[in-house]
């Protein structure tokens, strides 16, 4: 007998190691690649499955929901809270009216009010203006309460305050002793205007 034609038993474990390392990368590819697509695949449609089920209760309660949005359109209640129909540069002219008699009214000077473009927002019409103020904290508090607090509905944003210190001048010209704190306030006022038909 032939000892280089007859493999050891060394050599029959090697090929057997290697043989079951081979089927166990098999396995582990087969199990990382194709069954790991699948569970992927597998999440993604149930994701999808609760995205369309989602979709599905929104569909069927949109009646009620387009009942429930015509019933407050004809509410003639909520009217009140928009600006009173104008063409979108007058009502501009009349909010910039309403911000002076604010002001004036809370013992603050109007430095400047100025009308900003009106931008359509679905079935509203949103009309601002920007306004520039100069007082005491008591005057920024007094228009902030009155713009927010009226019919119809305003709305202040972008509210920048800026305070400095000064000494006021007294009766007789002389520079007074103490000092105050004077606010310089700028801020948007806007309101809304229903659509013709709106």
Known sequence: MNPVSSPGL????????????????GYWLIDR???GQYRHYQAHAERLQDRLQNL??????RPELEKAIQTIRDDQRTAAYFLP???????AADLQQRVKTLVEGAGGS?????ALPAVEEGEVVRVAVGVTLQGDLAVLQKTLHGLESQVPLLFVDNLEVTARQ????????K??????IQ????????????????
Do not use: C, H, M, W
Request: no cysteine; hydrophobic share 50%.
């Open 10 to 25: 060394a050599q029959r474990l090697t090929a057997l190691l290697l043989l079951a390392l081979v089927i166990g990368l």
């Open 33 to 35: 690649v194709l069954i």
């Open 56 to 61: 599905q209760r929104l569909a069927t309660a």
């Open 85 to 91: 129909p104008a063409p979108p540069t007058l009502a």
């Open 110 to 114: 109007l430095l400047s009010v100025q």
């Open 166 to 173: 000064l000494r006021p001048r007294l009766p007789d010209g």
């Open 175 to 180: 520079v007074a002793p103490y000092t105050r």
């Open 183 to 198: 606010l310089n306030g700028q801020f948007e006022v806007s309101g809304y205007l229903r659509k013709e038909g709106g």
